[in-house]
Protein backbone atom coordinates (compact mmCIF):
# COMPACT_ATOMS: atom_id res chain seq x y z
CA UNK A 1 0.00 0.00 0.00
CA UNK A 2 1.47 3.33 -1.03
CA UNK A 3 1.36 6.02 1.36
CA UNK A 4 -0.34 9.51 0.57
CA UNK A 5 2.44 12.07 1.40
CA UNK A 6 1.76 15.88 1.94
CA UNK A 7 3.76 18.90 1.61
CA UNK A 8 4.98 20.49 4.65
CA UNK A 9 7.87 23.22 3.15
CA UNK A 10 10.66 24.04 0.82
CA UNK A 11 13.15 26.02 1.82
CA UNK A 12 15.16 27.50 -1.17
CA UNK A 13 18.63 26.91 -0.51
CA UNK A 14 20.36 28.50 -3.24
CA UNK A 15 20.90 26.37 -5.84
CA UNK A 16 19.83 23.33 -3.64
CA UNK A 17 16.89 22.98 -2.46
CA UNK A 18 15.25 21.17 -0.09
CA UNK A 19 11.77 19.37 0.16
CA UNK A 20 9.94 17.84 3.39
CA UNK A 21 7.11 15.96 2.93
CA UNK A 22 5.48 14.28 5.62
CA UNK A 23 3.28 11.08 5.59
CA UNK A 24 -0.92 11.58 5.56
CA UNK A 25 -3.37 9.88 7.74
CA UNK A 26 -0.62 8.46 10.35
CA UNK A 27 -2.01 9.21 14.11
CA UNK A 28 0.77 9.75 16.56
CA UNK A 29 0.17 7.45 19.55
CA UNK A 30 0.39 8.58 22.82
CA UNK A 31 3.43 7.35 24.45
CA UNK A 32 5.06 6.71 21.17
CA UNK A 33 8.48 8.45 20.28
CA UNK A 34 8.81 11.09 18.52
CA UNK A 35 9.48 10.73 14.63
CA UNK A 36 13.42 11.28 14.12
CA UNK A 37 14.80 13.11 11.65
CA UNK A 38 18.48 14.99 10.22
CA UNK A 39 19.35 18.49 10.15
CA UNK A 40 21.36 20.13 7.63
CA UNK A 41 22.59 23.52 7.95
CA UNK A 42 24.83 25.40 5.91
CA UNK A 43 26.89 28.52 5.58
CA UNK A 44 26.51 29.99 2.04
CA UNK A 45 29.41 32.64 2.68
CA UNK A 46 31.79 30.23 3.97
CA UNK A 47 30.11 27.75 1.81
CA UNK A 48 30.58 24.73 4.35
CA UNK A 49 28.10 22.17 5.68
CA UNK A 50 26.86 19.90 8.60
CA UNK A 51 25.06 17.40 8.98
CA UNK A 52 23.49 16.54 12.66
CA UNK A 53 21.04 13.53 13.50
CA UNK A 54 19.22 11.33 14.32
CA UNK A 55 17.69 14.14 16.61
CA UNK A 56 14.08 14.32 18.01
CA UNK A 57 13.78 18.06 18.16
CA UNK A 58 15.24 20.93 16.19
CA UNK A 59 14.82 23.92 18.01
CA UNK A 60 18.50 24.13 19.19
CA UNK A 61 19.26 24.39 15.69
CA UNK A 62 16.36 26.40 14.47
CA UNK A 63 17.42 29.51 17.10
CA UNK A 64 20.94 29.19 16.14
CA UNK A 65 20.19 29.75 12.59
CA UNK A 66 18.06 32.60 13.75
CA UNK A 67 20.32 34.03 15.80
CA UNK A 68 22.95 33.92 13.40
CA UNK A 69 20.67 35.89 10.36
CA UNK A 70 19.71 38.10 12.47
CA UNK A 71 23.60 39.19 12.58
CA UNK A 72 23.79 38.88 8.59
CA UNK A 73 25.32 35.90 7.94
CA UNK A 74 23.84 33.86 5.66
CA UNK A 75 22.86 30.62 6.42
CA UNK A 76 19.92 28.29 6.30
CA UNK A 77 18.53 24.91 7.78
CA UNK A 78 17.04 21.42 6.03
CA UNK A 79 15.27 19.08 7.96
CA UNK A 80 15.17 15.75 6.27
CA UNK A 81 13.24 12.32 7.69
CA UNK A 82 15.85 10.27 6.89
CA UNK A 83 19.49 9.58 6.39
CA UNK A 84 19.08 8.60 2.96
CA UNK A 85 17.67 12.51 2.03
CA UNK A 86 20.08 13.98 3.92
CA UNK A 87 22.82 11.91 2.35
CA UNK A 88 21.26 13.37 -0.90
CA UNK A 89 21.41 16.98 -0.22
CA UNK A 90 25.22 16.21 1.06
CA UNK A 91 25.70 15.06 -2.29
CA UNK A 92 23.91 18.06 -3.89
CA UNK A 93 25.92 20.51 -2.00
CA UNK A 94 29.36 18.90 -2.58
CA UNK A 95 28.39 19.44 -6.35
CA UNK A 96 27.72 22.96 -5.61
CA UNK A 97 31.15 23.77 -4.31
CA UNK A 98 30.40 23.00 -0.47
CA UNK A 99 32.39 21.27 1.90
CA UNK A 100 31.28 19.57 5.00
CA UNK A 101 32.36 20.42 8.23
CA UNK A 102 33.01 18.36 11.05
CA UNK A 103 32.48 20.47 13.67
CA UNK A 104 29.36 22.58 14.22
CA UNK A 105 28.98 25.41 12.39
CA UNK A 106 27.00 27.86 14.31
Given at each position: M??????????????V?????MEMGKQ???G?????FWVV???HQTKVFAVFGPLSKDIE?????????????D????????EGDANIITGNLTQH?????????L
Open positions: RASLRLVEIIALGDGCLVLKRSAAPPLVEDWTNRVAFARERGRVTICTVTSGFARSTVAI
